[in-house]
DNA sequence: TTGACGACTGACTGATTAGTAAGTAAGATC
DNA sequence: GATCTTACTTACTAATCAGTCAGTCGTCAA
């Protein structure tokens, strides 16, 4: 049986994420991310020059995978509800796994302490949400599926940052603040 | 002319609650704050023994304020309406100073990797402002200013969540989308 | 006039930070 | 079999961090 290769670059980038959405960007370092994956800390340095770099890549990477599973999720489901249920999903699945928050979130938070090479990322990946939760919310409400009054894109606003701020509020209140967050949107926007 | 005397612990106090603000517990340090004051490190020290000291007074400050801020309100305004866009202002005085965010938000975005004595005061903080939204909202759908399903303590979680997630989204996005969603908030609720 | 006290300063410490430079071992390529 | 490349390690640097401690200076009460 052959050892499986190990692929340092991906451990690193995943022990980052998880620490980003866990502790914030400015609260892990180099040397946490190599204690984690048992190497040195020069190893981190050498997959990723600068904590900037590595930054940006942990958010381009999200923003690839939310494209994917965003193509995914256009080709297997046409329901207006159970494609928005399925978003619903991406944050209760943080919540669940160690109260976890958004990346938008905390990198907005942070937003002016972290390097300004990232910001550009973090910019792009709120816009993209955005834009997906818009287009939803438009074709949702043509199909009478959805009822919100104003537009789509201020109405992807409220939600997006329901679910944004409701993660962040169950951190400090409580994890079932956010499911009585998620019920209330529901029920808001039930024809 | 006798000169005022100055009164650095409330300076000290200032400069943290600011750039916790702008920039987040995690990416301020006491030379920061010696360094706008024009005093030593040691004068921070003097005044707070450690930095979760220093945190905590700044929360137990921002709630005592709060409280004495909704006080005010209740004595001098008895409209609904007016009484939640006056909480309005809160957020939009904080995206107007400098591209601020409420400090309940940070807070829980920092929650897992800020100092343990603050977690509590960070934690009453945001329930503080829940509790006085869900008793503004009752009241307001009592006396038929406010229309929301639900009840009043579940549409306070988006409201505040919404508020929440918005300034941070601004930051990231473009502070005209901060007004999207509070116009969006007033459209779901007029009656 | 003294002496206690509040509000500091100057000069540290030890830990942690991002980042670097030189060296090395294993495998692929010629 | 020599050479290159990839993926590291060891050993370090300079900066920044929270925090400490002994001393100083001005004010005010006795």
Redesign the pocket.
Request: overall charge positive.
């Given at each position: 049986m052959a050892a499986v290769p190990?692929d340092?670059?991906r451990e690193i980038l995943d022990a980052a994420e998880a620490m980003l959405q866990e502790r914030g960007f400015n609260a892990?370092?180099?040397?946490?991310i190599?204690e984690r994956l048992?190497?040195?800390?020069?190893?981190v340095?050498?997959?990723f020059?600068?904590?900037?770099d590595l930054g940006v890549a942990v958010i381009e990477r999200y923003r690839r995978r939310f494209a994917r599973w965003a193509e995914k999720l256009e080709a297997e489901e046409k329901d207006p509800w159970r494609k928005l249920e399925a978003f619903f999903q991406i944050y209760l699945d943080f919540k669940i796994r160690g109260g976890k928050i958004c990346p938008s979130g905390i990198l907005q938070a942070e937003y002016h302490s972290i390097p300004e090479e990232m910001r550009a990322s973090a910019s792009a990946l709120i816009v993209d949400l955005q834009q997906w939760l818009t287009r939803l919310l438009a074709e949702g409400r043509e199909q009478g599926a959805f009822q919100f009054p104003g537009e789509p894109a201020d109405q992807a606003m409220v939600v997006g940052a329901t679910l944004q701020g409701a993660l962040q509020i169950a951190r400090a209140w409580g994890p079932e603040r956010f499911d009585t967050a998620l019920e209330q949107l529901r029920r808001q926007m039930r024809p």
């Open positions: 190990r340092t670059r892990f370092s180099y040397h946490h190599a048992g190497v040195r800390n020069a190893a340095h050498y997959h020059r600068s904590k900037a």
